[in-house]
């Protein structure tokens, strides 16, 4: 690599310093030019007490030039004193003043000078505008249904291992809980007069168990349960209605440790119909409430196997299948989304044949984790007096699962 001498880093510094002499110089000149061309241009009134801007400083003096800035102060007061000569001119002799920024005529439009050498003229000719086709492309409408679904299912687990020198004792457990839920309801945008509303879910819940002797597992939740709602618009939310109810399970279940069985498929199972009326109302996505009283109510409890299952346990009599009475009946149901997150859905349910009553009500309270997650807490109260008064719960029954697991999703929007 050549080395430089002390005589060229020398030129090359004070090259250095006269380019930027020079070019400060031709600055400088190049604002006061614009500032005497200002200063004798005709004066147009805009407003009164204008100040030229001036160049901002700051207390770290951010803004400070790599080389000296004299010449721009200067070019910057020497546009002040143009300003405020014009000013002193306008306040002094009002006469003199030509125009007014309010009134000034509007620009000539633009266009394009075509010269035309065979006849020695110059026109004038609007500019050519060309407008380019934005018409956005039409899309496919969207597909319309008549009937709007929605389907859930999910699976939630429980698991705890205990080694065996635990201080406090415990076994090892596992229990699963599975569900789906299927909503299928006539679009009422499209049918506004009519009410079609339909559910079908099934819950299944499984528990490893070591105090049973003779099964590894046991089951905890297995409920089936289809309900249909048929109605005709009567008055703004009200519906003339026929309702349908039907509730079974389908697998056997036993006590632990024996052989004797407490519930089988169709053991028991209830059927339930009512004539009434139903209201319905939804607030956007978030929010749904139904309510369905029917003053006629025919319903029917039935017990298919009755060689090991005691059909008292149920309100029947014994060595009968089944028992039919007539009576009333309503349901209230309840969805709240709070947040895309959190969601809560309550259903109440009472049926009276003015000898016993028999309830149910049900709440899900259900947290999402993500898309697929969530954690879900259950509670199942229930309240039949049909069936024999137990010892410390009387004729009150309750049910309470908290849970975490999976879920899927799928809905069919208008």
């Known amino acids: 690599m050549r080395k430089m001498t002390f005589k060229t880093c020398l030129a090359l510094a004070l090259m250095t310093v006269m380019s930027s002499h020079a070019i400060a110089q031709d600055n400088q000149q190049t604002v006061q030019n614009a500032a005497d061309k200002m200063l004798y241009a005709p004066l147009v009134y805009d407003s009164h007490g204008q100040t030229t801007a001036t160049r901002p400083t700051t207390g770290n003096d951010l ?27 306008m306040i002094e002799n009002p006469q003199l003043v030509a125009y007014n920024s309010n009134r000034l005529p509007e620009a000539p439009p633009e266009g394009v000078i075509p010269g035309d ?4 003229l110059l026109t004038i000719a609007p500019a050519q505008v060309v407008v380019e086709d934005v018409t956005p492309p039409v899309e496919p ?31 090892n457990n596992l229990a699963l809980l599975g569900s789906i839920n299927w909503n299928c309801n006539l679009n009422q945008d499209l049918h506004p007069n009519w009410l079609f509303n339909n559910t079908l879910s099934y819950k299944l819940g499984l528990a490893t168990t070591h105090g049973d002797s003779i099964r590894n597992y046991m089951i905890t939740e297995d409920n089936f349960l289809f309900s249909s709602q048929l109605g005709y618009k009567a008055v703004k939310n009200w519906y003339y209605s026929a309702m349908l109810q039907f509730t079974t399970q389908f697998l056997n279940n036993y006590k632990t440790n024996t052989n004797t069985m407490t519930a089988a498929f169709l053991s028991p199972a209830e059927l339930n119909i009512g004539l009434g009326m139903t209201y319905n109302l939804k607030k956007a996505d978030d929010r749904m409430f139904t309510l369905a009283i029917a003053p006629i109510s025919y319903n029917l409890k039935y017990c298919r196997n009755i060689t090991d299952i005691d059909p008292v346990r149920f309100g029947i009599e014994a060595g009968h299948h089944c028992k039919s009475t007539v009576g009333s009946n309503f349901e209230a149901k309840l969805l709240w989304r709070f947040n895309p997150n959190v969601m809560l859905s309550t259903r109440v349910y009472m049926f009276t044949n003015y000898e016993y009553v028999q309830g149910d009500w049900e709440n899900t309270l259900d947290f999402a984790i993500g898309k697929y997650l969530t954690t879900q807490f259950y509670t199942h109260l229930r309240f039949d007096r049909s069936r024999p008064r137990d010892n410390d719960w009387n004729y009150w029954q309750f049910k309470e699962i908290l849970s975490l697991g999976v879920i899927y999703r799928f809905a069919t929007v208008n």
């Open 63 to 89: 803004y400070a030039l790599d080389a000296g800035d004299q010449w721009l102060q200067e070019a910057m007061d020497n546009a002040d004193r143009t300003q405020r000569a014009r000013e002193r001119a």
């Open 117 to 120: 050498p065979h006849q020695g």
């Open 141 to 171: 409408p969207l597909p319309i249904h008549n009937w709007l679904h929605v389907f859930n299912a999910s699976l939630q687990f429980t698991q705890a291992y205990i080694s065996g020198n635990w201080y406090q004792g415990g076994e």
